[in-house]
Protein backbone atom coordinates (compact mmCIF):
# COMPACT_ATOMS: atom_id res chain seq x y z
CA UNK A 1 0.00 0.00 0.00
CA UNK A 2 1.35 3.46 -1.08
CA UNK A 3 0.90 6.75 1.05
CA UNK A 4 -2.29 7.86 -0.38
CA UNK A 5 -3.76 4.30 -0.14
CA UNK A 6 -2.77 4.24 3.32
CA UNK A 7 -4.25 7.60 4.01
CA UNK A 8 -7.82 7.03 2.71
CA UNK A 9 -7.99 3.70 4.68
CA UNK A 10 -7.14 6.26 7.69
CA UNK A 11 -9.97 8.51 6.64
CA UNK A 12 -12.53 5.24 5.98
CA UNK A 13 -12.05 3.79 9.10
CA UNK A 14 -12.47 7.25 11.24
CA UNK A 15 -16.06 7.84 9.66
CA UNK A 16 -16.77 4.20 10.55
CA UNK A 17 -16.72 5.26 13.79
CA UNK A 18 -19.85 7.46 13.62
CA UNK A 19 -23.54 5.65 13.27
CA UNK A 20 -25.37 8.77 11.06
CA UNK A 21 -24.85 11.32 8.51
CA UNK A 22 -25.67 13.30 10.87
CA UNK A 23 -22.35 12.43 13.22
CA UNK A 24 -20.67 12.35 9.61
CA UNK A 25 -21.37 15.77 8.34
CA UNK A 26 -20.50 17.20 12.03
CA UNK A 27 -17.48 15.60 12.14
CA UNK A 28 -16.68 17.07 8.52
CA UNK A 29 -17.46 20.67 9.73
CA UNK A 30 -15.05 20.39 12.89
CA UNK A 31 -12.38 18.95 10.58
CA UNK A 32 -13.06 22.26 7.91
CA UNK A 33 -12.86 24.43 11.32
CA UNK A 34 -9.01 23.29 11.64
CA UNK A 35 -8.31 24.65 8.43
CA UNK A 36 -5.39 27.00 8.32
CA UNK A 37 -6.18 30.39 6.44
CA UNK A 38 -4.68 31.02 2.95
CA UNK A 39 -2.58 34.35 2.74
CA UNK A 40 -4.83 37.16 1.19
CA UNK A 41 -2.56 37.06 -2.31
CA UNK A 42 -3.48 33.90 -2.04
CA UNK A 43 -7.27 33.86 -2.56
CA UNK A 44 -6.61 34.68 -6.60
CA UNK A 45 -8.37 33.29 -9.44
CA UNK A 46 -5.18 31.57 -10.37
CA UNK A 47 -5.43 29.93 -7.34
CA UNK A 48 -9.72 29.50 -7.10
CA UNK A 49 -10.74 25.97 -8.49
CA UNK A 50 -13.62 26.31 -10.91
CA UNK A 51 -16.84 24.36 -10.25
CA UNK A 52 -17.35 24.16 -7.16
CA UNK A 53 -20.54 25.84 -5.47
CA UNK A 54 -18.63 27.57 -2.93
CA UNK A 55 -15.77 29.71 -3.18
CA UNK A 56 -12.62 27.14 -2.68
CA UNK A 57 -9.34 28.33 -3.76
CA UNK A 58 -6.35 25.75 -3.67
CA UNK A 59 -2.29 25.99 -3.34
CA UNK A 60 0.12 23.41 -4.35
CA UNK A 61 3.74 23.40 -4.10
CA UNK A 62 6.37 21.07 -4.76
CA UNK A 63 9.42 19.95 -1.81
CA UNK A 64 11.21 17.90 -4.18
CA UNK A 65 9.77 15.06 -4.91
CA UNK A 66 6.81 15.87 -2.60
CA UNK A 67 3.50 17.49 -2.94
CA UNK A 68 2.11 20.11 -0.34
CA UNK A 69 -1.44 21.54 -0.91
CA UNK A 70 -3.42 24.42 1.31
CA UNK A 71 -6.82 25.26 0.84
CA UNK A 72 -9.92 26.60 1.99
CA UNK A 73 -13.37 27.40 1.19
CA UNK A 74 -16.27 29.45 2.33
CA UNK A 75 -18.59 26.54 3.06
CA UNK A 76 -18.34 24.23 6.15
CA UNK A 77 -18.93 20.83 4.55
CA UNK A 78 -16.81 21.66 1.75
CA UNK A 79 -13.76 23.21 3.93
CA UNK A 80 -14.27 19.50 5.60
CA UNK A 81 -13.76 17.69 2.14
CA UNK A 82 -10.43 19.68 1.92
CA UNK A 83 -9.49 18.57 5.05
CA UNK A 84 -10.04 15.13 4.37
CA UNK A 85 -8.11 15.79 0.35
CA UNK A 86 -5.28 17.23 2.37
CA UNK A 87 -4.60 14.36 4.76
CA UNK A 88 -5.16 12.29 1.51
CA UNK A 89 -3.08 14.00 -0.54
CA UNK A 90 -0.75 16.68 1.24
CA UNK A 91 2.54 15.31 1.23
CA UNK A 92 2.68 12.58 -0.73
CA UNK A 93 4.77 11.82 -4.01
CA UNK A 94 3.16 12.81 -7.23
CA UNK A 95 3.24 9.36 -8.79
CA UNK A 96 1.36 8.07 -5.58
CA UNK A 97 -1.36 10.48 -6.25
CA UNK A 98 -1.48 10.01 -9.97
CA UNK A 99 -1.50 6.19 -9.63
CA UNK A 100 -4.03 5.61 -6.60
CA UNK A 101 -7.53 6.33 -7.68
CA UNK A 102 -10.14 8.06 -5.02
CA UNK A 103 -11.81 5.01 -2.99
CA UNK A 104 -12.52 6.93 -0.52
CA UNK A 105 -15.06 8.57 -2.18
CA UNK A 106 -17.15 5.34 -2.92
CA UNK A 107 -16.13 3.55 0.41
CA UNK A 108 -17.44 6.81 2.72
CA UNK A 109 -20.49 6.94 -0.15
CA UNK A 110 -20.17 10.37 -0.36
CA UNK A 111 -21.83 10.72 -3.58
CA UNK A 112 -24.85 9.60 -1.92
CA UNK A 113 -24.94 11.92 0.77
CA UNK A 114 -23.16 15.19 -0.69
CA UNK A 115 -25.59 17.49 -2.91
CA UNK A 116 -24.94 17.04 -6.58
CA UNK A 117 -23.57 20.48 -6.19
CA UNK A 118 -20.84 19.25 -3.77
CA UNK A 119 -20.03 16.13 -5.32
CA UNK A 120 -19.41 18.51 -8.17
CA UNK A 121 -17.19 20.26 -6.59
CA UNK A 122 -15.28 17.62 -4.79
CA UNK A 123 -14.75 15.83 -8.09
CA UNK A 124 -13.30 19.72 -9.76
CA UNK A 125 -11.02 19.47 -6.53
CA UNK A 126 -9.30 16.06 -6.90
CA UNK A 127 -9.18 16.86 -11.00
CA UNK A 128 -7.32 20.05 -9.63
CA UNK A 129 -4.96 17.77 -7.07
CA UNK A 130 -4.05 14.70 -9.86
CA UNK A 131 -3.50 17.23 -12.36
CA UNK A 132 -0.75 18.79 -9.77
CA UNK A 133 0.35 15.43 -9.46
CA UNK A 134 0.39 15.11 -13.11
CA UNK A 135 2.25 18.37 -13.70
CA UNK A 136 4.82 17.38 -11.62
CA UNK A 137 5.45 14.52 -12.63
CA UNK A 138 5.64 15.67 -16.48
CA UNK A 139 8.67 18.55 -14.77
CA UNK A 140 10.78 15.28 -13.72
Same mark, same amino acid.
Given at each position: MNDVQLAQQKIIDEFAFFDTWID?? %?? $? +?? $? @? /?RLQPLDESELSEANRIRGC %? *? %????? =????GDILH??? +?SDAAIVSGLIAIL $? /? +?? *? @???? =??? =?STPPDFVSALQLEAHLSP? /??NGLAAMLKAIHQHAADALQAT
Open positions: RY %QY $L +ID $L @G /R %Q *S %QVWMV =AESDFRA +I $L /R +IY *S @GKKP =ADI =AT /RS
